[in-house]
Nanobody
Framework: QVQLVESGGGLVQAGGSLRLSCAASGRTCSGKAMGWFRQAPGKEREFVAAINWNGGSTSYADSVKGRFTISRDNAKDTVYLQMSSLKPEDTAVYYC????????????????WGQGTQVTVSS
């Protein structure tokens, strides 16, 4: 069983940056696509970014395109989300997710989830 643990969340001012990390343990995720999702208070969980098994393909939600960058280090079994030019509307709990497939797919492809890390952006 894969365990995913997120870290790097916190409080930041608008315009600032944060880097989230997601470390996998138990079983490797190096051959699987990985994703980041977020859930703001009172809203449904939404897709943020995804990366395929070798980092050669990425996908982003329109709301974060050009500001967020997803990457991975398979040697460390870790996925990252670099967030820049943060806005108050980016405030949410951010979740790391592991897919059962090597290539980016829909939300239903993700079968492992972390506990989440809080990101709060103040105006």
């Amino acid at each position: 069983q894969v365990q995913l643990v997120e870290s790097g969340g916190g409080l930041v001012q608008a315009g600032g940056s944060l880097r989230l990390s997601c470390a996998a343990s138990g079983r490797t995720c190096s051959g699987k696509a990985m994703g980041w999702f977020r859930q703001a208070p009172g809203k449904e969980r939404e897709f943020v970014a995804a990366i395929n098994w070798n980092g050669g393909s990425t996908s982003y939600a329109d709301s974060v395109k050009g500001r967020f960058t997803i990457s991975r280090d398979n040697a460390k079994d870790t996925v990252y989300l670099q967030m820049s030019s943060l806005k108050p509307e980016d405030t949410a709990v951010y979740y790391c997710a592991g897919s059962g497939r090597p290539y980016i797919g829909g939300t239903s492809a993700y079968d492992h989830w972390g506990q989440g890390t809080q990101v709060t952006v103040s105006s």
